[in-house]
């Protein structure tokens, strides 16, 4: 069964390296390099001239009270927009929960870059608690 589990991960992290190249051309991260891939796997977003939108799954324990911030940058690292995912299921589980998210926000110039940042939510505000997986994209 462990060995199961083991080839799944593998699978998952080669799935996130690739997502990597597809929404943002260049070196994929190495497999090592994907933090916390066993708490949330992010879909490949879908950018439009203003509106990004995200599916995907995370552990229950990266909610609270059924949703999780996400935030997205520009290439300077100013906020466009921060929104809650909202939990597609029951959130109070150990398990993969699914999650969608759409982000509105000001129009960026074409082929420009900008950071997706999925957080889980902290309530206890402890900086020990904070986690975060960043994704590149393309506007």
Do not use: C
């Not at 000001?106 to 900008?114: E, N, R």
Request: proline share 11%; hydrophobic share 45%; glycine share 8%.
């Amino acid at each position: 069964m462990k060995i199961l589990w083991t080839l799944i991960a593998v699978f998952i992290l080669t799935v996130l390296a690739g997502i990597a190249v597809l929404v943002l051309p260049g070196k994929a991260p190495a497999p090592a390099e994907q933090p916390y891939a066993d708490l949330i796997q992010p879909g490949t977003p879908v950018v439009t001239p203003t509106t990004l939108t995200i599916n995907g799954e995370a552990r229950g324990g990266w909610y609270f009270e059924g949703s999780f911030p996400i935030e997205l940058k520009d290439a300077a690292g100013v906020r466009l927009v921060l929104v809650p995912a909202q939990a597609q299921s029951d959130w109070m589980t150990a398990e993969w929960v699914p999650f969608a998210a759409t982000l509105n926000y000001p129009a960026q110039p074409a082929g420009s870059h900008g950071t997706l940042i999925l957080r889980n939510d902290n309530p206890s505000g402890l900086p020990q608690n904070d986690k975060s997986v960043s994704l590149p994209v393309t506007f």
